[in-house]
């Protein structure tokens, strides 16, 4: 294993790196949530927890050759390998029209789901997912974002070479996870929350998926 998160990421990776390729279909559009959930979100940013590299699985009790591999990569490009990354929430009991958004998908029992939500300043630096640990066959394994209000000039998410942006709120998309190193980073005055949903998929999952989404939720 190197020392370098970031270069073993690119070694599992099928991912072109070709910094000047055009990348047009990273991001897999699967429709969108209707309804209101903004009294939610508004109570949520109180709760929620400063995350870095470090502390983002605490839960998963990852060993700490990852962490410091992770950190490895900050330290080399000159940033605080203690920086916040995004403010995160894991407990959705005040969250009852979020939590129908994790289970629309009907994934498998153990499901991961987590608001993370990026302040003014938050970066998330260029990396690959690692969700080896959720099935035998990680083919199984998806990743879901929703996105939980309008985008704010500043407020960037990068797949690849693709820049997404501009996004209405209740978008949800997902990402080829394994390969496509991604980054996002919050430079408006707004907080930019969106939703992740990590978990192995059903056969209803499948079907929910494919067919593009516009589900209303109130």
Not at 108 to 116: E, F, I, P, R, Y
Not at 148 to 164: S, T
Not at 165 to 172: P, S
Request: with cysteine; net charge negative.
């Amino acid at each position: 294993m190197s020392i370098s998160n970031w270069e073993d990421a690119k070694a599992r990776s099928n991912y072109h790196f070709d910094k000047w390729k055009t990348d047009t279909n990273n991001i897999e559009h699967l429709g969108k949530f209707t309804g209101d959930w903004s009294e939610e979100i508004k109570s949520a940013i109180k709760d929620v927890e400063k995350i870095n590299w470090g502390n983002r699985r605490a839960a998963a009790n990852r060993p700490n050759e990852d962490i410091k591999s992770e950190e490895y990569d900050l330290i080399k490009a000159g940033a605080d390998p203690k920086m916040t990354i995004y403010r995160g929430l894991t407990d959705f009991s005040k969250c009852p029209t979020i939590q129908k958004m994790i289970d629309f998908f009907e994934l498998n029992k153990d499901v991961k789901a987590k608001l993370h939500i990026q302040f003014t300043g938050d970066v998330l630096n260029m990396h690959i997912d690692k969700l080896y640990d959720l099935d035998k066959d990680p083919n199984k394994v998806i990743r879901i974002m929703v996105m939980l209000e309008d985008w704010e000039p500043g407020q960037f998410i990068m797949y690849g070479n693709e820049m997404f942006d501009r996004w209405k709120k209740g978008d949800i998309h997902k990402f080829d996870w394994m390969n496509i190193p991604h980054a996002t980073a919050n430079a408006s005055l707004h907080p930019r929350p969106m939703l992740v949903i990590t978990g192995v998929m059903t056969d209803r999952t499948k079907e929910i998926i494919s067919t593009q989404l516009n589900h209303c939720l109130t």
